[in-house]
Nanobody, 121 residues
Framework: VQLQASGGGLVQAGDSLRLSCVGS????????LAWFRQAPGKERDFVAAIRWGDGPTVYADSVKGRFTISRDNANKVVDLQMNSLKPEDTARYYCAAQSLGPITSSKYGYWGQGTLVTVSS
């Protein structure tokens, strides 16, 4: 599967932003889809994931209550709605897909190219 992320930009603290990731290939519905982020000089961190089909969602504690992950299997899209953004949310955001494996681990098999989110204070 190939993934293409978009929607990043420069916003102010407290603003909202919606990231989208469009997939291609077969069996999109069967993949667990996730968003990770990587700030400059730091490791890539798990943000949110949604299991195959319309499965349950999982969030990092740092974004719980502010971010919402959703998927549209018919259009092969996974979105990340980000509200109440903080400067510490500044990072490059990556969408990812996998068939099996730990849901919060960065060892996903498929990755998008990333989209940059910058939150100013």
């Amino acid at each position: 599967v190939q993934l293409q992320a978009s929607g990043g930009g420069l916003v102010q603290a407290g603003d909202s932003l919606r990231l989208s990731c469009v997939g291609s290939g077969h069996s999109f519905r069967s993949y667990t889809l996730a968003w990770f982020r990587q700030a400059p000089g730091k490791e890539r961190d798990f943000v949110a994931a949604i299991r195959w089909g319309d499965g349950p969602t999982v969030y990092a504690d740092s974004v719980k209550g502010r971010f919402t992950i959703s998927r549209d299997n018919a259009n092969k899209v996974v979105d990340l709605q980000m509200n109440s953004l903080k400067p510490e949310d500044t990072a490059r955001y990556y969408c990812a897909a996998q068939s099996l494996g730990p849901i919060t681990s960065s060892k996903y098999g498929y990755w998008g190219q990333g989209t940059l989110v910058t939150v100013s204070s």
